[in-house]
């Protein structure tokens, strides 16, 4: 049977609202001898291997034609035929070559997105214990079957979906599929059948890692019947979108396209009309074409995108795709895990309760740095003994290890047990300062069905117990409670459950903590000996706590006009307190607040939109629900950002414009699906590297800004001196002369001009908004006209003045290649003056003006150059008057840019009376 078609079959049935006796009979299997090897085989032939399905790749010719489909391609495409056909060799290896960079690029890109299915198929590797016939046998986890009894312990990869069927102290870590921050425990406890992913404690999920007990379990599904295989199936139908820049140049270069062949044509049809030579009236046409063509376009988005990389790679933002770059600068909404992103991914202890006495601690993560402060004053030594008590409870009912390496403190071992012991280390009691007076004898551990964990230990006042465990569990083994001199009074059990839920309401994770003491001679615990008789200490209150720099970057996006909603696997108290504390609802108008999974699944597409757009925090969500929300946002018009690190975030990761993957905790699928890897897993790089795409588009502009302007005034002047039936003041070897020396050494030192100030303080660019707006297409126009008056003019002129044709055209050309450089300063700021961003900000840009007025004055008087390109010297006062109308277009730009910035805060002041009083 396909894959496909076993996974619709056994993903009908809800496995975890079935006894597991009954799953066991329905898969025609044994509780206790498993399946028979030679059934075991029969159905691995029927069945298939236990491996996910891969999706069909398209060919590598395939990839590589697509790169040249796009109409600015096609156009430089023509470019290179025209100018070969015309004898131009280099210049139409030039552009080739152009395409060439360009198609490369594209190509290693594309073929790089489709490893994230490998890196899935890679999860299921591996073995597996399975017992056949009553015998145990290791095969490999692609052999395992449907009905398969599988037997797990601390360290296994679940090889196959499983129904649990019984458990020892079973944990798993699941936040790879399910988002949860701490591994999940397990039993066989029958379930809902509405029961969420993340809830589903009587399965172990393919691919996820036992970290403690043991279990056997019977195979439910395999390969693509599997959870696992479910998001491989997401992930391979998830749609690669078109950025924000590759659908506005698309756009952009379509109406080009027409708008040169159109010009082109007209042009030869009124030559011919004029009765002009066809072959001249041919060449008049090939002119405008190359000279309305912006060579150096795609080597600037190229160039422009690579440097924006860089600044990301060195603010911890890697970029895996290059357009990625200025999608970030686009981005309207951040869809942002919760656990390490937002957060530390450390359980930090922030309060403790003991002998009646609330206390707070400083400091968070894993770095055991900070006080333990009671009414906001430091507590000396010694310790009151209630909460020294608690503390060492904490430190020694523990079998994690605190470490350091790198110069980070990491824990080995439960994220919970980690922040007991730094918690304690704030307060002097270190673990290996205590161990040896406090020797542990036996331990009870952890165990979903008695919800605490217990150890003995050697003492100088004998043997002595302490417990650790739920509020409710540790109070019924309790009496009394410790107070201060290790006084002990009768407990209040009310008291105590109204501050541990007063705690909880705070989104804190609460433990209680009791001690006992056993007879000298009794070196064996059971649950017996801790059913009762024991002394209450105190509770510790504890929380994954948000970055340093989380709240910041939040309020900076949403400065931006950048929403920040959190999609998380986690509860969602948890969630809803740390969205509190980081200002997530502030960015949200009619914000509805928390969202739970559950009630995401009772919803249509229209009410899932509206929930999606309005809601701040979704909690405990599926893969398919972050997929869901993902479409819904984009259908609603917005540009989303997905962070995620784990194998159940790859397919809203994947689908989102631009995928963020963590560096450090992410999984090889997260990242395989992802634009954007941090390497620091820190929601505030995500900030900084919206800020950086702002700035790359930003100078994307202003490099189109600048170059449009050329293409329109070398086109109307040959527009409009075939119009006149004059000679033509330039050509087509001088145009291509003027567009690719202009654009390398003037035009692509704009990709280096620093981001403006106003950047974030400004809304997210529209998507469905043009490259230009309104205010630069008339400064496009503007400068182009004047280009068009100046060379025109000009060429004219020495006409007129009895100047030879090589001498007029020479002049024609270098008043285009001053007037873009005089301009040039004009498009350091889309709106500022460029004395208000400072003129040696960019030195680069100083070099290029250099090189460029010297490679013209090589162009003007060296021979080779008057030889290759027809140019002839120049005079002092043809300079002059060059100089003085390149100067004139800069006046004439300056005095635009101020009169439309005067409007605008004119309009701006009409609409905000208050800042008209201010």
């Known amino acids: 049977m396909p894959n496909n078609q076993r996974a619709e079959i056994n993903s009908a049935v809800s496995w975890h609202a079935l006894d597991s006796m009954r799953v066991v009979s329905d898969l025609a299997s044994d509780a206790a001898r498993g399946l028979a ?107 395992v079957v449907p009905g398969d009894l599988v037997v797990l312990q601390a360290g296994d990869r679940v090889p196959a979906d499983l129904r649990l069927l019984s458990t020892r102290q079973l944990h798993i870590e699941e936040s790879a599929l399910t988002g949860e921050s701490v591994p999940a425990s397990k039993n066989t406890d029958l379930l809902a059948a509405d029961t969420m992913l993340a809830d589903r404690a009587n399965l172990a999920l393919s691919s996820t890692l036992v970290t403690a007990g043991q279990a056997t379990g019977v195979v439910v599904g395999t390969g693509d019947a599997t959870e696992i295989g479910r998001v491989n199936k997401m992930v391979a139908q998830a749609e690669i979108l078109a950025t924000p820049l590759t659908r506005r140049i698309n756009r952009f270069s379509k109406v080009l396209l027409w708008i040169i062949l159109m010009l082109a044509a007209v042009t030869f049809a009124i030559g011919i009309l004029r009765g002009e030579s066809w072959l001249d009236m041919f060449l008049a046409a090939v002119a405008l074409a190359v000279g309305a063509i912006p060579e150096g376009l795609p080597a600037a988005m190229t160039i422009t995108l690579a440097i924006g990389m860089h600044r990301m790679a060195r603010r911890n933002a890697i970029i895996r795709r290059l357009p990625a770059v200025e999608t970030l600068g686009s981005t309207t909404v951040i869809c942002s895990d919760k656990t390490g992103t937002l957060t530390q991914n450390a359980m930090t202890v922030q309060q403790i309760i003991a002998g009646d006495v609330h206390y707070e601690v400083s400091g968070s993560g894993y770095t055991p740095t900070g006080v333990v402060l009671a009414n906001s004053r430091t507590v000396e030594q010694p310790l009151p003994w209630p909460l020294a008590e608690t ?39 270190e673990l290996v300062d205590i161990e040896a007076s406090y020797r542990r004898l036996d331990v009870v551990p952890f165990a979903s069905e008695y919800q605490l964990m217990a150890t003995l230990h050697e003492t100088d006042h004998g043997n002595t117990v302490y417990v650790k465990g739920s509020v409710e569990r540790v109070l019924a083994c309790c009496q009394e409670v410790a107070m201060a001199q290790e006084s002990r009074y009768p407990l209040d059990v009310a008291a105590v459950h109204a501050q541990a839920e007063e705690l909880a309401r705070n989104g804190l994770r609460v433990l209680a903590f009791a001690v006992g003491q056993l007879p000298a001679d009794q070196v064996e615990l059971t649950h017996g000996d801790i059913s009762s008789g024991m002394t209450f200490l105190g509770l510790q209150a504890m929380l994954d706590p948000p970055r340093e720099q989380t709240p910041a970057s939040v309020a900076a996006c949403q400065d931006a006009g950048i929403t920040v909603k959190m999609i998380t696997g986690d509860h969602r108290v948890t969630a809803t307190a740390i969205a509190e504390q980081i200002g997530l609802a502030a960015g ?132 409009t001196a075939i119009l006149a039936g004059v000679t033509l003041p330039v050509t087509p070897v001088q145009i291509l002369w003027i567009n690719m020396t202009t654009a390398i050494l003037l035009g692509l030192t704009l990709a280096f001009e620093r981001k403006e100030p106003n950047i974030m303080t400004r809304p997210p660019r529209s998507p469905t908004a043009p490259i230009l707006s309104r205010e630069l297409v008339v400064r496009v126009v503007l400068v182009g006209l004047l280009l068009l008056a100046t060379a025109y003019g000009l060429f004219q002129a020495e006409l007129a003045a009895g100047a030879s044709l090589e001498q007029a055209r020479t002049v024609a050309v270098n008043m285009f290649v001053f007037g873009e450089l005089f301009y040039l300063f004009n498009c350091r700021s889309l709106h500022l003056p460029m004395w208000r961003i400072g003129i040696t900000s960019n030195p680069l840009l100083l070099a290029g003006v250099a090189a460029m007025i010297l490679l013209q004055i090589g162009y003007t ?31 004439i730009v300056g005095i635009q840019k101020w009169w439309v910035h005067r409007s605008a805060r004119r309009m701006t002041n009409q609409h905000s009376p208050a800042l008209t009083q201010r």
């Open 588 to 719: 949200i108008e009619q914000n509805v607040g928390s969202v739970s999974g559950t009630e995401l699944e009772r919803v249509d597409d229209e009410a899932l939109a509206e929930l999606a757009d309005s809601g701040a925090v979704f909690a405990r969500v599926s893969p398919e629900q972050k997929l869901r929300l993902v479409h819904s946002l984009q259908a609603r018009g917005h540009v989303v950002a997905m962070t995620g690190d784990g194998v159940n975030d790859a397919p809203a990761v994947k689908q989102a414009d631009i995928g963020v993957a963590m560096g450090l905790s992410g999984t090889e699928v997260a990242k395989e699906s992802a634009d954007m890897v941090l390497t620091d897993d820190d929601f505030s790089t995500i900030a900084a590297a919206v800020e950086e795409g702002r700035g790359v588009f930003d100078n994307l502009t202003k490099f189109i800004t600048w170059t449009l302007p050329t293409n329109i005034g070398e086109g109307l002047v040959i527009f």
């Open 391 to 429: 503390l060492r409870a904490g430190v020694l009912c523990n079998d994690a290890h605190l470490f350091e390496e790198q110069g980070q403190w990491q824990v080995n071992g439960d994220p919970t047990e980690g922040g007991l012991i730094v918690a304690a280390a704030k307060a002097g009691i």
């Open 37 to 143: 090897v030679p059934e075991a085989e029969r159905r691995l032939a029927s069945h298939g291997d236990n491996e996910l399905t891969h999706a069909a790749t398209r060919p590598a010719w395939s990839i590589a034609v697509s790169q040249f489909n796009q109409p600015l391609v096609l156009i430089l495409l023509g470019a290179v035929v025209i100018t070969a056909a015309i004898g131009e060799y280099v210049d139409s290896l030039v552009i080739a070559l152009v395409v060439l960079v360009n198609a490369t690029i594209g190509y290693i890109q594309e073929s790089k997105a489709l490893q994230a299915m490998e890196a899935l198929a890679k999860s299921l590797a591996g073995a597996a214990t399975v017992i056949r016939d009553g015998e145990r046998h290791v095969v490999a986890a692609a052999q």
């Open 861 to 891: 008087y060296s021979p080779p150059m008057q030889a290759l390109f027809a140019s002839a010297p120049l005079s002092a006062q043809q300079w002059g008057q060059i100089l003085i109308a390149g100067l004139s277009i800069y006046v």
